[in-house]
């Protein structure tokens, strides 16, 4: 019988779970020849998330957990959810039922039955988010496909059915830092879109601010595109010759005319104009630096406290 694995992180979903459970069971328990089990991820809920999994656990020998020793992010938990599956075929799904269960047949069909290697979801619209937010990602997703050599789909969700080969892909990606949409396109493979529509979360809040995504962001381009580097280089040679150009123009001036004090402001611009370069190159290279310095770091994504997973053979 072929296997899949179904890993779900949850940071505090105590309200979700019960209802995410009792709607995906059904599902995936008629879907033919095919043994489906969960990997829930806690990734460290404050609330009474972890609990829930243990009895769970307990009623149903298909599900699996890890729980966290704190929060490490979403990012970790689905490495560790992929580290620890064993199956032939390996999904990720939130656990807020905004990504529809029942699409699970037809993904899990499109890489059993037909040529794909991936079934992956994408959200066809951004109902229920903020305008500016929604502006911020569509920008996002043009500059990091320009500069980078991942190519990101607008709207492509984490939710996804893969093949064996895949995951092992993804796992052989060593870095600590881990843009997961970057990473799930840079390994490439056949991959087939279904289209979905945006569901409101079923209960509980976003843990993603406008802030998370900013900075969710810049990891996406700094992790995927060394093109920032090149864009400070740029721009400190343009200014620079500009800088020269106009040197070259006072001293004619004076030269031919005499000095005069009244270049006071434009020395104070230019002041502010070149620090402020300088600043800003300097926070580019810094951002680079910095994730070097985590990687050189080498430190496990996340710590584990409690599962009920046995260590794969291989890691003993
Ligand atoms: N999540 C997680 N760790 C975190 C934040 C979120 O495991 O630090 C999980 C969360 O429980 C949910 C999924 O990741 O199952 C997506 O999170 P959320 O719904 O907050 O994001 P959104 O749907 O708004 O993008
Ligand atoms: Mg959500």
Redesign the pocket.
Known sequence: MNTLELI??????EESLPAFYDTVTPIVKAIKDFSVSFIF?D?GSRDKTANILKDLAKKDDKVKYISFSR?F??EA?MLAGMRMSTADYVGII???L?HSPKLIPEMLKAVTEEDYDIAAARRTDRKGEAKIKSAFSRQFYKVINKISDANIEEGAQDYRIMKRKVVNAILSMPEYNRFSKGIFSWVGYKTKWFEHENQE?FAGT???SFWNLLTYAIDGIIGFSTAPLKISFFIGGLTSAFGFVYALYTIVKTLCFGSDVKGYPSIICAVFIIGGLILLSLGIIGEYISRIYMEVKNRPNYLISETNILPKDDEE
């Open positions: 779900v992180p949850c940071y505090n979903e991820v990734d929060n992010g979403k938990a939130d656990a807020d905004q979360r976003s843990k993603w």
